[in-house]
């Protein structure tokens, strides 16, 4: 798989969690609490819906790093992130977000994963809690909320990283 493929491919899978999530659809990992914060046309249920979609980003990046972790050059892999992410920016486009808006997104984007990769270095625990924080508030009032977010980063990153570990990165110049 090359770089371009690998980002193409785990855009749809950012998309496929994402609906999911706000279609409530995922029963194995229901998330608690948030149903009633999924107003899509109030201003808590838009900043509900973008911090859901910075987290599957998030999970299925981390999933990718981890299946090709010291199987793949570090430069091949960035470049295969970078995709899925010019990807995710573009669809957002293509769907109505206003392209003057993406810059702003790409840097909340940038500060939440640099915080949940420290949570994640920390605990899972530590991850469900920032994660929780970000869609409904104080993590203490949303324990449930985010045990759950837990569970549910485990169950992107997991099999992804499972899915991967069969598929070769190669550089699309050797193709």
Do not use: C, K
């Amino acid at each position: 798989m090359t770089p371009d493929e690998l980002g193409d491919h785990l855009a749809r899978l950012v998309w496929e969690s994402f609906s999911d999530f706000l279609s409530f659809e995922d029963v194995e990992t229901p998330l608690p609490e948030v149903e009633a914060l999924a107003d899509a046309d109030s201003a808590a249920g838009h900043q509900m819906a973008e911090e859901a979609l910075i987290f599957f980003m998030w999970a299925h990046t981390r999933g990718a790093q981890l299946a090709f972790l010291g199987r793949a050059p570090d430069a091949l892999i960035r470049r295969g992130l970078d995709a899925l992410h010019r990807a995710v920016f573009e669809d957002m486009v293509a769907h109505g977000t206003p392209e003057i808006q993406i810059p702003m997104f790409e840097q909340r984007v940038s500060a939440r994963y640099a915080e949940y990769h420290q949570a994640a270095a920390e605990s899972d625990s530590r991850l469900g809690d920032a994660v929780s924080r970000h869609l409904a508030g104080d993590p203490h009032h949303h324990e449930a909320l985010a045990g759950a977010i837990t569970e549910r980063a485990i169950a992107v990153a997991n099999p992804l990283r499972d899915f991967l570990s069969d598929v070769d990165l190669v550089d699309q110049a050797l193709v």
